[in-house]
């Protein structure tokens, strides 16, 4: 994966393009919100200062070639309101995760979400050619699992103990997939919508 270039993704809800310094003004007016961090492992920005940190490793990670960072822009407003990743990309074994997502709580549960994974599998089962794509949550997070659920995502299993959260807490961590040989049918069903418009 080419992590210098700049990917762009637009369907009829959202735009993806690589998360920026710039965006900082756009995030500042939905970051600072503890539910939108709760089950992350990420720290939550707690100020100003700690947003343009959490931005300038963001683009660090990018640059180290450790994970591709996107700024999830709502169309209707036309504003930054969170960001989601590819991360733990194996293109070797054509597998990748898609993770690292929040959005301000206002844009939760509004079909913002679901956009932007459309986009991210469509590139990833295309542009990529991967096989499969990777996703997992904080098993607490109902929210999170039921999302993916609909999204046509399997549930493949809990890793116990799995990682620390910003808590202190460890957390167990519910992994779930979408296979290339799923993708079609999806596109067709859970992404219709999206799909029939780019």
Same mark, same amino acid.
């Given at each position: 994966?080419? @992590? +210098?270039?700049?990917?762009? =993704?637009? $369907?009829?809800? *959202? ?6 310094? &710039? /965006? ?22 707690? $100020?100003?200062?700690?947003?343009? +940190? ?16 996107? +700024? ?19 293109? /070797? ?16 549960? &509004? ?16 542009? =990529?050619?991967?096989?499969? *794509?990777?996703?997992? &949550?904080?098993?607490? $997070?109902?929210?999170?699992?039921? +999302? ?12 116990? #103990? ?13 992994? @779930?997939?979408? =296979?290339? #040989? ?6 067709? &069903?859970?992404?219709?919508?999206? /799909?029939?418009?780019?």
């Amino acid at each position: 994966m080419d @992590f +210098a270039r700049c990917i762009a =993704l637009e $369907n009829s809800r *959202v735009r993806l393009r690589p998360l920026e310094l &710039t /965006d900082f003004e756009d995030l500042k007016a939905v970051a600072f919100d503890p539910e939108v961090w709760r089950f992350l492992t990420t720290p939550m920005p707690r $100020n100003s200062v700690d947003l343009a +940190a959490y931005l300038a490793q963001a683009v660090r990670d990018r640059e180290a070639g450790k994970r591709y960072p996107f +700024a999830i822009i709502d169309k209707e407003s036309g504003r930054v309101v969170g960001s989601t990743s590819y991360g733990n990309i194996a293109l /070797d074994d054509k597998r990748l995760e898609i993770g690292w997502t929040w959005l301000g709580s206002e844009y939760q549960r &509004t079909g913002i979400n679901r956009a932007a994974k459309h986009l991210l599998l469509k590139y990833a089962f295309g542009e =990529l050619g991967c096989e499969r *794509v990777e996703l997992k &949550t904080d098993a607490r $997070n109902w929210k999170s699992r039921e +999302a993916m659920r609909r999204m046509g995502a399997t549930e493949e299993g809990t890793l116990r #103990s799995h990682c620390l959260t910003q808590g202190g807490l460890r957390r167990d961590s519910v992994y @779930f997939s979408i =296979l290339k #040989s799923e993708w079609d049918q999806l596109c067709h &069903t859970v992404f219709q919508q999206f /799909d029939a418009r780019g």
